[in-house]
């Protein structure tokens, strides 16, 4: 089956900071949807970006993410980590017509004044 | 335009009792998910529906847990006699049904079996 693999589990920095997430995903399927949703404390996901279109740069609210097909990867960036970007960062996978989304682990981003 | 909304917010069992969980999706919207996010772990799918047809429900503990979406709109989740793995909290989404929609959560329930 579909699986996404997300290797840190926590991120802290410093405010202003670059912040980068990894992403890797496995799919039979060779045109998937990947997602980032952003999980603030005691809410619920939502989105943040997402990408079909292999080496095309997506961005919103400040952060972007290319998804790289020969390498299944979709890596988020932000240049410079704001204290309200503390929050759960899923990274997940959508293989085929409004299936329902594989997430991976979660990476938590802890920003610091 | 109202989100989707879930009730109750929060459930507190004993180990072998039953409990519903209620969803809203958003009005159109014809897929309806519900997902299980144990704590500090991300949405796991249970099942999903298009309309009121369940269209994948390969991970749900069958013995225990049922969903129904009997007129395509509002949709139940039951689990018959709890056990403590299921402490969780169970999500409901849902979306316009096209491919790489963006897939609307609701708020949540928080279930917590002793």
């Known amino acids: 089956g579909d699986s996404v693999t997300q290797t840190e589990g926590l991120v802290t920095l410093t405010e202003g900071l670059p912040v980068m997430l990894n992403c890797t995903y496995q799919?039979?399927?060779?045109?998937?949807?990947l997602f980032w949703y952003v999980q603030h404390l005691n809410e619920s996901p939502r989105l943040l970006l997402k990408?079909?279109?292999?080496?095309k740069r997506t961005e919103h609210q400040g952060f972007h993410a290319t998804l790289h097909k020969s390498s299944s990867s979709f890596h988020l960036q932000k240049s410079s980590a704001q204290l309200s970007d503390s929050a759960l960062y899923y990274c997940?996978?959508?293989?085929?017509?409004?299936?329902?989304?594989?997430f991976g682990l979660g990476t938590r981003v802890s920003v610091f004044p | 335009e109202a989100g989707v909304t879930q009730s109750p917010r929060y459930a507190v069992l004993q180990e072998g009792q039953a409990v519903s969980f209620w969803c809203d999706p958003i009005?159109?919207?014809?897929?309806l998910y519900w997902y299980q996010q144990p704590r500090d772990q991300g949405p796991q799918l249970l099942v999903y529906?298009?309309?009121?047809?369940?269209?994948?429900n390969s991970q749900l503990p069958s013995d225990r847990f049922s969903a129904v979406r009997p007129k395509g709109t509002n949709s139940t989740l039951k689990i018959q006699s709890a056990k403590q793995g299921d402490t969780a909290t169970y999500l409901c989404?849902?979306?316009?049904?096209?491919?790489?929609?963006?897939?609307?959560f609701g708020p949540g329930t928080r279930l917590t079996v002793l």
């Open positions: 989404a849902s979306s316009p049904g096209l491919l790489g929609a963006e897939q609307f």
């Open positions: 799919t039979i399927y060779s045109n998937p949807f």
């Open positions: 997940a996978l959508s293989g085929n017509y409004a299936q329902g989304l594989t």
């Open positions: 009005s159109g919207h014809d897929t």
């Open positions: 990408s079909f279109t292999d080496n």
């Open positions: 529906f298009r309309d009121e047809a369940v269209i994948d």
